[in-house]
């Protein structure tokens, strides 16, 4: 099995357009935002070029009301001209390649009056001639290509023909709630209803931490914090990285509560949006894919977390993110208010609590 860990969009879709012109069986991606700009249309013209016969792309229907990470129907947006231009370069996108060779499905719908919105499906995969799988955090969009992130890259059939399973299943409208294990890395796809059955594995592991936990994370919230908190209460040293500049402002300053609440170290990346989602237990287990680590992977999305637990893949992992990431970040040591964090907290609890109660698609 050879893994590799691929760091922000230009390594990621350097080594995906050389697998992609290679294929010769079929071509597989799935992604939550598909956006007809550069990115978007980058990709499928490499797909285009390919003589494969099977090429399908999944989309959630999330573009149906996000692009370029603006929501459409918010009254200031409404008459964005270029927004309006962006949505129109999507749809044009999606049907000339269902015309051309590759077919193109949404996922998801969003339901009357967005009621479905939350329930989203979350993941970002590539799979190429049942051989090549990628997994991580980035979507195809000149947006989510500026932001860091990072995907992995395993070549492995077994693992391959899995993850076509849960494609093929996604595509036909059935999501799995599934654990497989092979050598030395696990995957757990959450089917967006039952996902706490798959959480719970990846929280005996904190709960099993003795040493460190590291965590990156752009928008982490409980069940995951009270985890990490339990893990400081027992001495295991939390360190937590996360955006400065973080495109969903509101996660900000309850990131400071949580953090300060919880004894946590907290770290800001500096420079771009950080979109990568990692956590690393005891430098033993690494778990990555497509998870914010949040109350809504929890509860309402359908996603992909993947465990690594070979020494080897850990050790790129600290070299290619965890040391340079380190770098980058600078440690916070600011003010926050109480009284403000806690409402924040309060915000997000009543949001979710909602969440659980809408009828799903």
């Known amino acids: 099995m050879n893994i590799e860990i691929l760091v922000d969009s230009e390594n990621f879709f350097n080594r995906l357009k050389k697998d992609i012109q290679q294929a010769h069986s079929n071509i597989y ?85 967005l009621i479905h919105f939350a329930f989203r ?37 077994d693992i391959a023909l899995f993850m076509k399973q849960d494609f093929l299943s996604t595509w036909h409208g059935v999501n799995q709630n599934v654990k497989k294990s092979f050598e030395k890395i696990d995957f757990y796809i959450c089917d967006g209803k039952s996902n706490d059955l798959m959480f719970n594995s990846i929280f005996e592991l904190i709960d099993s931490a003795k040493h460190s936990i590291y965590i990156e994370s752009p928008y982490i919230s409980f069940p995951f914090y009270d985890k990490l908190r339990r893990a400081g209460e027992r001495g295991v040293a939390v360190n937590l990285l996360t955006p400065g500049n973080n495109n969903k402002p509101f996660m900000q300053k309850y990131t400071y509560w949580e953090a300060r609440r919880s004894n946590i170290n907290l770290r800001l990346y500096t420079g771009q949006m950080s979109h990568l989602k990692a956590i690393l237990i005891d430098d033993k287990h690494l778990v990555v894919g ?72």
């Not at 070029?49 to 229907?61: E, H, M, N």
């Not at 370069?89 to 999606?94: C, D, G, H, P």
């Not at 979350?122 to 955090?137: A, E, F, Q, S």
């Not at 465990?307 to 993110?321: A, E, G, L, W, Y």
């Open 121 to 157: 499906n979350h993941k970002k995969m590539v799979l190429i001639d049942d051989r090549i799988t990628y997994v991580g955090g980035l979507n195809f969009s000149d947006h989510n290509y500026a932001w860091h992130d990072m995907m992995i890259r395993i070549e492995n059939t």
């Open 29 to 113: 991606v799935q992604a939550m935002t598909f956006e007809g700009d550069k990115a978007g249309k980058e990709l499928c013209q490499i797909m285009e070029s390919s003589p494969t016969q099977d090429k399908r792309v999944l989309i959630d229907s999330y573009i149906k009301a996000i692009i370029n990470d603006r929501f459409l129907y918010a009254p200031k947006n409404l008459f964005d001209t270029e927004l309006r231009n962006e949505v129109k370069e999507t749809n044009a996108l999606i049907d000339h390649i269902n015309n051309n060779g590759i077919r193109a499905k949404l996922i998801n719908p969003l339901g009357p009056l």
């Open 290 to 361: 497509s998870s914010n680590f949040d109350c809504l992977s929890y509860q309402a999305q359908q996603e992909i977390v993947v465990v690594v637990h070979d020494p080897d893949i850990i050790n790129q992992f600290k070299n290619k993110i965890l040391l340079p990431d380190w770098e980058q970040s600078i440690h916070w040591t600011g003010k926050t208010s109480s009284v403000f964090g806690y409402f924040r907290y309060l915000q997000i609890k009543s949001i979710c609590s909602l969440i659980c109660k809408l009828p799903r698609n």
